[in-house]
Every structure is written in structure tokens, then in C-alpha cells.
């Protein structure tokens, strides 16, 4: 096997460990979110992102917490408007 398909192999296995993980450290929410490590600190030290820092130094996010993060203002398209509105048939 050649060194590639081992790479995306493993990356595919870590990212469905990832996906399975309740606690997030920085790094992995940088992973998971795709989010760049400065731009996370950056939404930390301005309290706009759930995050715990029990000892006062290391960052941690709950995943459920940085979902309902991400998914927030969400903007519905023009379809879906139009069901919303259409009426219901009994």
C-alpha cells in the first residue's frame, strides 16, 4: 500500500474518533471545526464561543456545545421559505 492511502486512511479513522469525542481540546476543535488555532483564541478571549478552561491555562470545548455554535443565525433557502409558507394538507 502506498504511503497516500495510508495517510487518508488515517486521517478518515481519526476524524470518525474525533466525531465521537464529547470533550474537545483547542486542537481538536481546530480539527474539528476547521476553524485556524489564533482566530479559536481570538473567539475565546472575547467570550463569543462556549468554551471551559478549568485550570485557568488549557482551553476545552464541548462538541455539542461548538455544533449549536456553529449552526447559529442560521439562513434557510429560498425553498425552504416557500414549504414554510405553502399551506398544509390535511
Request: one cysteine or more; proline letters at 3%; charged letters at 30%.
Amino acid at each position: 500500500m502506498n504511503t497516500i492511502k495510508l495517510d487518508e486512511r488515517l486521517e478518515r479513522i481519526e476524524s470518525l474518533l474525533l466525531a465521537n469525542k464529547k470533550i474537545l481540546s483547542l486542537e481538536e476543535a481546530c480539527d474539528y471545526t476547521g476553524i485556524s488555532r489564533s482566530y479559536l483564541y481570538k473567539l475565546t478571549s472575547t467570550g463569543m464561543i462556549p468554551h471551559s478552561k478549568p485550570s485557568g491555562k488549557l482551553i476545552y470545548f464541548e462538541r455539542e456545545e461548538l455544533e449549536n455554535w456553529l449552526m447559529q443565525n442560521k439562513k434557510f433557502s429560498d425553498s425552504d421559505l416557500s414549504k414554510s409558507d405553502s399551506p398544509k394538507k390535511s
